[in-house]
């Protein structure tokens, strides 16, 4: 089942770092930011997953919970969340089950041979578990504040409704 911008998020269930487990309703009553990236320990990835964490506390405070999902396994995630001090958690889409229902498993041309990778992109899911906006294929530089941005905006309608 594909995801639709202003329906809910189909079912799913995953592991997190910190031993906690995702689900699509375990947020419900909070505004969740999944992030998609490629992989561990890349430079894209490291930069992106900093900006996240340089803003965590202003996403927490407007409210939002942020999630890193990439394939790459517990171990991995675990020893990159360290080495960043991430304040967030890494969601281990192994089996790529995530991965598959956002969509984000593109072909790509790597040293001129095709594989397959994930496009870097941000879901944004409401309070009530409904996908409220998504970023595909985008570039980190100034990605984070734009999401920021996105979850301030989403708020205020939240307490004006």
Not at 76 to 104: N, R, Y
Request: aromatic share 8%.
């Amino acid at each position: 089942m594909a995801i639709v911008v202003n329906k809910p998020i189909p079912e799913f269930e995953s592991n997190a770092t910190g031993g906690i487990r995702v689900t699509n309703t375990s947020h419900l009553g909070h505004i969740v930011v999944l992030y998609f990236y490629p992989k561990d320990n890349t430079p894209g990835c490291t930069t992106e997953a900093m900006q996240f964490r340089d803003k965590y506390k202003d996403f927490v405070k407007a409210g939002a919970t942020v999630f890193g999902v990439s394939r790459d396994n517990m171990k991995s995630h675990d020893d990159f969340k360290q080495k960043l001090e991430l304040p967030f958690e890494l969601i281990a889409d192994t089996e790529e089950k995530m991965c598959h229902m956002f969509g984000v498993v593109k072909n790509k041309i790597m040293y001129g041979k095709k594989v397959k990778g994930i496009e870097r992109s941000t879901f944004l899911i409401g309070a009530d578990g409904t996908l409220k906006e998504e970023w595909r294929g985008l570039k980190v530089p100034g990605h984070v504040d734009e999401v920021l941005e996105a979850v301030k905006n989403l708020k205020k309608t939240a307490i004006a409704a």
